[in-house]
């Protein structure tokens, strides 16, 4: 019994040795296909799609994009230290980080992933919700206004990512000055 347990596995077990694979890529693939565990990994991989349909939508709607393409809109993105923060962090797991010479790499994977028939559901989605993931009915109860939604007699009460970037911004110039002036 152990003798044709071992030739089962046999071209498995020679395949990997005889090849350029990483030992450590492979058994994170196959601990990653264990049923019922859902690692990092697992996570960052399924999520990493709808990250990317949910923050092109967002910019595809802010009035600064109105009248660009979808290429040019994810051109800027991809070059953004905002991407290669987002990238570096769905992608820490796999050793892989932003490569500013794969930056049509980039454009053109968001633009398959974009029109692929698979995201129909998420991009219809997001666009309802302005590219904002809900997470669930929750109501202020002093206004009993969703604070998730757009409500279409007042302005959006949530941040503008304009606002946050000038924000970031200043915060980054003071440390600046308070570095000189220490020094």
């Not at 046999?10 to 005889?18: G, P, S």
């Not at 980080?97 to 698979?118: C, G, I, N, R």
Request: proline share 1%.
């Amino acid at each position: 019994m152990g003798k044709v347990a071992k030739d089962k596995w046999d071209k498995v077990i020679e395949y990997l040795t005889h090849s350029d694979r990483d030992l450590q890529k492979v058994l994170s693939l196959l601990k990653g296909c264990d049923q019922g565990s859902a690692s990092n990994y697992d996570v960052n991989r399924a999520s990493y799609s709808l990250n990317i349909i949910a923050i092109v939508t967002q910019k595809q709607l802010d009035p600064e994009n109105k009248d660009k393409s979808l290429t040019h809109i994810i051109k800027q993105w991809v070059k953004s230290k905002d991407f290669m923060q987002f990238y570096n962090l769905m992608r820490k797991q796999e050793n892989i980080t932003w490569d500013k010479s794969k930056l049509e790499d980039y454009t053109k994977q968001f633009k398959d992933l974009w029109y692929s028939k698979s995201q129909s559901k998420s991009k219809e989605y997001f666009k309802k919700i302005d590219g904002f993931i809900r997470l669930g009915d929750s109501f202020n109860k002093t206004t009993e206004a969703n604070l998730l939604e757009k409500d279409t007699k007042e302005e959006e009460t949530r941040p503008k990512a304009k606002i946050i970037e000038k924000t970031f911004d200043k915060i980054k110039q003071n440390e600046r000055r308070s570095r000189t002036n220490i020094s």
